[in-house]
């Protein structure tokens, strides 16, 4: 079984949801899809078994020593990667796209691609199973297929090891990376926030949802903190057959177990918002 954690924006909490269920009883398969800003390894310290680079494109590099600085390329890219620095023209590997056509006009054929290989892909052991994290360099792009590989990865080690359970700790938003996360999954959490701007994120998220064929479920947190659009939240899942499995109160321990490096189950396993958590998720385990 497979369960994505997803919200509609950055900041919801939904790490810590992720983080909360991977250490729920039984041993799981925990794969950080974040790819871009991964954080659970902070929180798991996994002890790393293997590490593989991932080839996430191509960028243009230039060899000065051919290079004349007549300045075509600058003004024929579209991305403004390339420009004048102390003498030399250069290129910003974050805003090369790799597009090659600076290559093709170059008149000294003095520029080349190379492979973009910052980013890579983690996995090995962690306090209660197995993990698989993928973490992608800055400006370095294709992070769906990052998130396919991870996920891939996951399956691989879940097979291997008779771990039926992968907890997917997806990214924030409604991009590829999130579609790539969401395929083949049997369940998706999304987690919102009370707040305008959360409930726009949650039909947004929906929306997406709605096309793939998965049991959606919908957690309010820090629903104390407006009890009002908390309720207009309520409502939309509603009017909407929506499942709103559980919500839960601002609660400082939260920040205090992520500064412990610990989820909330291990760090106040008998608090109100440790037990909801695990109904919620016993809820969401008990309905293949
Ligand atoms: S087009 Fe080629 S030769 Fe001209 S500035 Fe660019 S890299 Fe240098
Ligand atoms: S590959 Fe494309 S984006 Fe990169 S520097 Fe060349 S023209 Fe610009």
Redesign the pocket.
Known sequence: MEIAVISGKGGTGKSCFSAAFATLKHKVVLADCDVDAANLFILFNPEIIEEKIYISGQ??IINQSKCTRCGI?ID????D??SYKEYQVV?NET?????????RICPSMA?D?INSDKSKMFSGNFRNGKMVYGRLAPGEENSGKLVSLVREKAREIAKANHLDTIIIDGPPGIGCSVISSLTGVNHAVIISEPSLSGLSDLKRTLEIVSKFNIKTWVIINKYDLNKDVANDIFNYCHDNNIILVGKIPFSSDIVTAMVHCQSIIEYAPYSNIALEIERIYNMIIDEQ
């Not at 024929?76 to 991305?79: A, H, S």
């Not at 805003?95 to 290559?103: E, I, M, Q, V």
């Open positions: 960028k243009a390329c024929y890219c579209r991305f990667a390339i290129i805003s090369c796209d790799g597009c090659k056509l600076c290559t520029i691609l």
